[in-house]
């Protein structure tokens, strides 16, 4: 079956940097997604990967290695305002997307 | 402000009631999603349309149905509503296969 892992929850201090993995098994690869998602509002886009190493947009970064099946998503100097859930989504060899649950983040002042 | 609305924001409905949540985008996407959203689970597609003219069914599609007569609209039906469809469900586009998803802002739907 196809699968997406990501730790439920994750908290980190303000100001600091916080990495948030990704692991996936999946039938084909057609690129993987980063989304946030504050509490009660809709999923925004953050970030694609569909070749191997490291986008780099803003304060936010994301990995990439398609043979070991991972990815993570790096944020840096963390603000009160990065406080959401992040979603790590897989495309298919159908060009469905995967959803893992999501990774609460937690900042603290 | 261009982007995708749904609607109703949020609804309580009887067990057996038929329903449908409506959703508009203005971007132009061809392709449209109904995502549903559970606690301690990741996004289930539903149903997905690629273009106007054609749906497809995703991973729940049972007790739903949808239709995409133009490329603005596609709404969701729940034919008999059950309690299991208590759940937020989200609407979302992209301007093709493959591209990042805009999502609505969700609605919220509670079956007693």
């Given at each position: 079956?196809?699968?997406?892992?990501?730790?439920?929850?994750?908290?980190?201090?303000?100001?600091?940097?916080?990495?948030?993995?990704?692991?996936?098994?999946t039938?084909g690869f057609n690129g993987l997604f980063?989304y946030?998602?504050?509490?009660?509002?809709?999923?925004?886009f953050?970030s694609y990967n569909v070749l191997?190493?490291?986008?780099?947009?803003?304060?936010?970064?994301?990995?990439?290695?398609?043979?070991?099946?991972?990815?993570?998503?790096?944020?840096?100097?963390?603000?009160?305002?990065?406080?959401?859930?992040?979603?790590?989504a897989v495309m298919d060899s159908n060009y469905q997307l995967i959803?893992?649950?999501?990774?609460?983040?937690?900042?603290?002042? | 402000?261009?982007?995708?609305?749904?609607?109703?924001?949020?609804?309580?409905?009887?067990?057996?009631?038929?329903?449908?949540?409506?959703?508009?985008?203005?971007?132009?996407h061809n392709a449209m999603y109904?995502?549903?959203?559970?606690?301690?689970?990741?996004?289930?597609l539903?149903?997905y349309s690629n273009t106007?003219?054609?749906?497809g069914?995703?991973?729940?599609?049972?007790?739903?149905?949808?239709?995409?007569?133009?490329?603005?609209?596609?709404?969701?039906?729940?034919?008999?509503?059950?309690?299991?469809?208590?759940?937020?469900?989200?609407?979302a586009s992209s301007d093709r296969v493959g591209s990042p998803l805009h999502?609505?802002?969700?609605?919220?739907?509670?079956?007693?």
């Open positions: 079956g196809q699968n997406i892992d990501q730790p439920t929850e994750m908290t980190a201090t303000e100001g600091a940097i916080v990495q948030i993995n990704c692991t996936y098994q039938s980063w946030q998602q504050h509490a009660g509002e809709a999923p925004t953050l191997d190493g490291l986008e780099e947009k803003g304060r936010f970064s994301s990995f990439l290695s398609r043979s070991k099946g991972y990815s993570y998503l790096l944020l840096k100097e963390l603000q009160m305002k990065d406080s959401a859930s992040y979603l790590c959803w893992g649950a999501g990774t609460k983040l937690i900042i603290k002042p | 402000i261009a982007g995708i609305t749904q609607a109703p924001t949020s609804q309580i409905l009887a067990a057996g009631r038929r329903m449908t949540l409506r959703c508009t985008q203005d971007m132009r109904w995502y549903r959203q559970d606690l301690g689970l990741g996004l289930r539903i149903h106007a003219g054609t749906t069914k995703g991973e729940v599609p049972d007790g739903y149905s949808v239709s995409r007569a133009n490329t603005d609209d596609f709404p969701l039906t729940l034919a008999s509503a059950v309690p299991s469809q208590t759940s937020v469900y989200f609407c999502f609505g802002n969700g609605t919220r739907l509670t079956v007693t």
